[in-house]
T-cell receptor, first 110, second 112 residues
Framework: GQQVMQIPQYQHVQEGEDFTTYCNSS?????IQWYKQRPGGHPVFLIQ?????EVKKQKRLTFQFGEAKKNSSLHITATQTTDVGTYFC??????????FGKGTKLSVKP | DSGVTQTPKHLITATGQRVTLRCSPR?????VYWYQQSLDQGLQFLIQ???????AKGNILERFSAQQFPDLHSELNLSSLELGDSALYFC???????????FGNGTRLTVT
């Protein structure tokens, strides 16, 4: 079935360093969504990208959708301890459902 | 608060037993999704309902079943439970299939 591959699985950074997680698909995606799950919490929707080459920013977070609509990235500038959590990308499945990547777990050392 | 309510919060039961997890979607949302999350694992899609009808099916075991009722709440039934079924079960809702999901706080199931 359809899959979205997400790398890296884990990322440990020093506070203030940048962080990037990547999401890749073998098929063209109609859209991609990003979610954040804090430790002990539930996934929370961050953003949806729809257009080829789209770039969206939320404060220190920058989201990109590839030109071919097969990949996406989330970049955090100057990480803070509040950024700790697991970041998931999710893409629409063939049945209209949402398929999640395995996530990137970010830890930030103060 | 996402507006999605899941009960119970925690469930501890023995192997071979059957449990029912309940989800009330956000007001106005017609789609309900069920996901399973094992320790340090991703979100495994189980099943989706839209306005009472099954819309999509993922890697849901035959021992598991779900339904969405006319008032749009949903129940996930897990039977003949095994130790490996221990996980966090999330319900999520959305307006439609392509819309962002709003997750409940999850039900943590422990099978002993």
């Amino acid at each position: 079935g359809q899959q979205v591959m997400q790398i890296p699985q884990y990322q440990h950074v020093q506070e203030g360093e940048d962080f990037t997680t990547y999401c890749n698909s073998s098929t063209t995606l109609s859209n991609i969504q990003w979610y954040k799950q804090r430790p002990g919490g539930h996934p929370v929707f961050l953003i949806q990208l729809v257009k080829s080459g789209e770039v969206k920013k939320q404060k220190r977070l920058t989201f990109q959708f590839g030109e071919a609509k097969k990949n996406s990235s989330l970049h955090i500038t100057a990480t803070q301890t509040t950024d700790v959590g697991t970041y998931f990308c999710a893409a629409g499945g063939s049945q209209g459902n949402l398929i999640f990547g395995k996530g990137t777990k970010l830890s930030v050392k103060p | 608060d996402s507006g999605v309510t899941q009960t119970p919060k925690h469930l501890i039961t023995a192997t071979g037993q059957r449990v029912t997890l309940r989800c009330s979607p956000r007001s106005g949302d017609l789609s309900v999704y069920w996901y399973q999350q094992s320790l340090d694992q991703g979100l495994q899609f189980l099943i989706q309902y839209y306005n009472g009808e099954e819309r999509a099916k993922g890697n849901i075991l035959e021992r598991f079943s779900a339904q969405q009722f006319p008032d749009l709440h949903s129940e996930l039934n897990l039977s003949s439970l095994e130790l490996g079924d221990s996980a966090l079960y999330f319900c999520a809702s959305s307006v439609s299939g392509a819309s962002p999901l709003h997750f409940g706080n999850g039900t943590r199931l422990t099978v002993t």
